[in-house]
T-cell receptor, first 113, second 114 residues
Framework: LAKTTQPISMDSYEGQEVNITCSHNNIATNDYITWYQQFPSQGPRFIIQGYKTKVTNEVASLFIPADRKSSTLSLPRVSLSDTAVYYCLVGGMFSGGYNKLIFGAGTRLAVHP | DTAVSQTPKYLVTQMGNDKSIKCEQNLGHDTMYWYKQDSKKFLKIMFSYNNKELIINETVPNRFSPKSPDKAHLNLHINSLELGDSAVYFC?????????????FGSGTRLTVV
């Protein structure tokens, strides 16, 4: 299972774009990349998932370079309610077997007024 | 409608007691999980069931016994509770074995053993 490394914490201000980069140097061919968001006293919430290039949804964008050894979660125009812990995970797809997502320490994002 | 619901939300109990946490999902998913989040906020997988069959059993004391009466329910029973069992326990579900479309988590059960 590929290990992920991401900054422990980040600070931003309302209205700014926030980019959180995750390193996964040992990502396997059949691994996909998923980001989760966790608010205090709540379970993690799926944000976005991708395999390569760029993925965008109503919440965020995910940029994955060609070598897939890193990925960047981009949150446009953050608000105070985006203050949370963000987890980057890699997991296998199309492997024909079961998968278990492994959570790292995550990045604590604090958005200030 | 709550997609993954856990009960109780809070559980305070004494050492040595036996307790259960229940989890139900109404998403039609066929795979369910139990995760433990300790005081350092690390989320660790404990168990996974697919269509009532145990498929992941991490290194967890055998005092923890999951039970899946059907694919919409995955309960966790803990015997002889210890102080170190204090944590937040999250139930989750996914479509398929690989969670390709992401996991849906419940809101957690905060267990405090005194």
């Amino acid at each position: 299972l590929a290990k992920t490394t991401q900054p422990i914490s980040m600070d931003s201000y309302e209205g700014q774009e926030v980019n959180i980069t995750c390193s996964h140097n040992n990502i396997a061919t059949n691994d996909y990349i998923t980001w989760y968001q966790q608010f205090p006293s709540q379970g993690p919430r799926f944000i976005i998932q991708g395999y390569k290039t760029k993925v965008t949804n109503e919440v965020a964008s995910l940029f994955i370079p060609a070598d897939r050894k890193s990925s960047t979660l981009s949150l446009p125009r953050v608000s105070l309610s985006d203050t949370a812990v963000y987890y980057c995970l890699v997991g296998g797809m199309f492997s024909g077997g079961y998968n278990k997502l492994i959570f790292g320490a995550g990045t604590r994002l604090a958005v200030h007024p | 409608d709550t997609a993954v619901s856990q009960t109780p939300k809070y559980l305070v109990t004494q050492m040595g007691n036996d307790k259960s946490i229940k989890c139900e999902q109404n998403l039609g998913h066929d795979t369910m999980y139990w995760y433990k989040q300790d005081s350092k906020k690390f989320l660790k997988i404990m168990f996974s069931y697919n269509n009532k069959e145990l498929i992941i059993n991490e290194t967890v004391p055998n005092r923890f016994s999951p039970k899946s009466p059907d694919k919409a329910h995955l309960n966790l029973h803990i015997n002889s509770l210890e102080l170190g069992d204090s944590a937040v326990y999250f139930c989750a579900s996914s479509l398929g074995l690989q969670g390709d479309y992401g996991y849906t988590f419940g809101s957690g059960t905060r267990l405090t053993v005194v």
